[in-house]
């Protein structure tokens, strides 16, 4: 089995930072693709940020020059770290990995979502 863990959510204030965290666990071969998603109320889940393997990332325009996505692969870790936050950036972000694990397959995974509350 694997799982996918986040933490690092809460309440902040409009301009304020924090830094979501995401560790991959069971039996894992190899990790493709990591990214984060998030899902505010009454809306669609949407991509937030993803990164490769390799380290090559891409971002929703939303979110350009504010969130900044890292893993460290040798923890099957994914980072967001999330600066000058808005309101509008009040959701359930959610980790999402491309896994290849005991099916010998690579398959997606999700993780169980952190709040985030963005007070103006």
């Known amino acids: 089995q694997v799982q996918l863990v986040e933490s690092g959510g809460g309440l902040v204030q409009a301009g304020g930072s924090l830094r979501l965290s995401c560790a991959a666990s069971?039996?894992?071969?190899?990790?493709?693709?990591m990214g984060w998603y998030r899902q505010a109320p009454g809306k669609q889940r949407e991509l937030v940020a993803a990164i490769t393997s390799g380290g090559s990332a891409n971002y929703a325009d939303s979110v350009k020059g504010r969130f900044a996505i890292s893993r460290d692969n040798a923890k099957n870790t994914v980072f967001l770290q999330m600066n000058s936050l808005k309101p509008e950036d009040t959701a359930v972000y959610y980790c999402?990995?491309?896994?290849?694990?005991?099916?010998?397959?690579?398959?997606?995974?999700w993780g169980q979502g952190t709040p985030v509350t963005v007070s103006s």
């Open positions: 999402n990995a491309d896994v290849l694990g005991p099916t010998a397959v690579f398959g997606g995974y």
């Open positions: 069971g039996i894992i071969f190899s990790i493709g693709a």
